[in-house]
């Protein structure tokens, strides 16, 4: 039965199962507005895509069985909307704002998932440089506040781990709360994300949204909005500075390709939407700082069958600040977190951004590991006697680099047994500055493996 606030604007005359056709009577309806039918006490929900004389194309947000031609349409004022209180902090919501993890939110106070966009007087390009306490991250991809950062990596080279991390280390930092859309999300790996982070007390600190990957094309495009609303909140509501993990941002991509192919338009190459640049700059735009708050985003980009050329892959790169690439051959040697030094980057690894020390010291461990790489090639061979004194220097100078990078986390301390630690960006400098200058070149490189800063190491001769 249709509620009494609620507008009658038209009737259905054709279904299918991505579009829904109607015939308007009033010329209230809009793109996106909300529109819905009633099947007995069931409402199935649309949300408008196109409208072309008369005739709206919306798009359902749930199953169209039981649909038929002819049904009343119905307003809905309001559209897709989420919670916009402090009720999101510890809750699962799918795409379209409804709580999926048993919970309940009495007295809701909710925003449409479109609302928001920041005028140019607000937005706030200036801020100041978040540091994580991850070395390799600060190190090798320093974030300013309402930075964009790629995240790339396959499974079980440790990417939830280093999430987790961040969640934490954020928190512990800043005592910011931070928000995960899963986008094509499986749906065992969002439930083991949940429980993940639960036993690690760190639920109560995070708000989720999940457009899973069985669910439509529209509820995986729209987990991207609602995420992004739940953030806006953090950041304006309660002027923080927030992280918001998207996985998949490429998900986004191909949902509203898929949506755009339904409602008959025209593809472009590759099968994409002809609005691809539009949607990813819509998303993208609405990630930044103000004099308040930031929202700072990591974001895992799928690149399909390895082609960086692509153009989807390229435009959602277009928009990004850095990149965090993890590698599975840095996590076989047991190097965690398996950050790919080589390939992992930022915008603000600059002179200016970092200043002339920490831009210059990373040019020297990036070049001292590259040295390493050619060398390890030679010593398989030939051994270590073939060096010169200046590469077998090079040589036993990046081990203890590499290994230095790698550090104990807070998240993983019931299982490995080593307490998490928190490294300020200054004593990384100094340590990665002793180490290079050989400072430490009597101590085995066994005392560097998951350390944050380096202790008063006992001098152990290794030559």
């Keep these: ?42 409402r199935v929900s649309f949300e408008v895509a196109q409208i072309a004389g008369g005739i709206a194309k919306a798009i359902p947000l749930t199953s169209v069985n039981g649909l038929k031609k002819g049904m009343d349409v119905y307003l809905l004022p309001k559209g897709i909307e989420i919670e916009y209180s402090d009720n999101i902090l510890g809750k699962v919501f799918n795409s379209y704002g409804q709580l999926i993890d048993g919970q309940t939110i009495e ?37 300013q506040k309402g930075y964009k950062m790629g995240m790339l990596g396959g499974a079980g080279v440790g990417k939830t781990v280093l999430i987790k991390e961040l969640i934490n280390n954020v928190y512990r930092g800043w005592g910011s709360n931070s928000v995960f859309a899963g986008i094509g999300e499986r749906s065992r790996e969002g439930k083991e994300l949940y429980d993940e982070m639960m036993e690690s ?80 700059s819509e998303i993208e735009e609405r990630i930044n700082s103000t004099d308040n708050g930031s929202i700072t985003s990591f974001q ?34 047991g190097i965690y977190p398996a950050v790919d030094v080589f390939n992992t980057t930022s915008k603000l690894l600059t002179v200016e951004g970092v200043g002339e020390r920490h831009f210059r010291l990373a040019e020297r461990a990036v070049a001292a590991l590259a040295r390493y790489q050619e060398l390890e090639e030679v010593v398989a061979v030939l051994g ?11 040589f036993y100078r990046a081990r203890k680099l590499r290994n230095y990078f790698s550090q104990p986390f807070f998240v993983s301390e019931q299982f490995t047994g080593i307490p998490g630690v928190f490294v300020k960006i200054e004593d990384v400098l100094d340590d990665v500055e002793a180490i290079l200058t050989g400072e430490y070149d009597s101590v085995d490189e066994s005392h560097f493996l998951f350390v944050g800063k380096i202790p008063e190491i006992k001098q152990t001769a290794i030559y």
């Design 384 to 394: 270590i006697d073939e060096l010169s004194e200046e590469d077998t220097n090079i």
């Design 201 to 280: 007390g760190l639920m109560d600190k995070l708000a989720v949204v999940f457009g899973q990957m069985g669910e439509s094309s529209m509820a995986r495009s729209r987990a991207a909005y609602s995420g992004l609303t739940l953030a806006e909140y953090l950041r304006d509501e309660r002027n923080q500075d927030v992280l918001l993990f998207i996985d998949n941002i490429y998900r986004f991509v191909q949902a509203n390709a898929e949506i755009s192919a339904e409602i008959g338009n025209m593809p472009i190459e590759s099968g994409y939407s002809t609005t691809l640049l539009s949607d990813v």
């Design 300 to 333: 895992a980009v799928f690149i399909p069958a390895d082609d960086i050329t692509d153009m989807a892959v390229n435009t959602i790169m277009s928009h990004l600040d850095g990149q965090v690439v993890l590698s599975r051959k840095v996590a076989e040697k």
């Design 107 to 143: 007295s809701p106070s909710t925003r449409n998932i479109y609302d928001k966009n920041l005028t140019l007087s607000e937005i706030d390009i200036n801020g100041a440089v978040l540091w994580t306490g991850i070395k390799a991250l600060d190190f090798f991809a320093p974030m």
């Design 1 to 42: 039965m249709s509620n009494v606030n609620e507008k009658k604007i038209g009737k259905i005359i054709s279904i299918s199962n991505l579009n829904v056709q109607m015939l308007l009577d009033h010329s209230e309806v809009s793109l996106r507005s909300g529109l819905c039918t009633y099947i007995g006490d069931r």
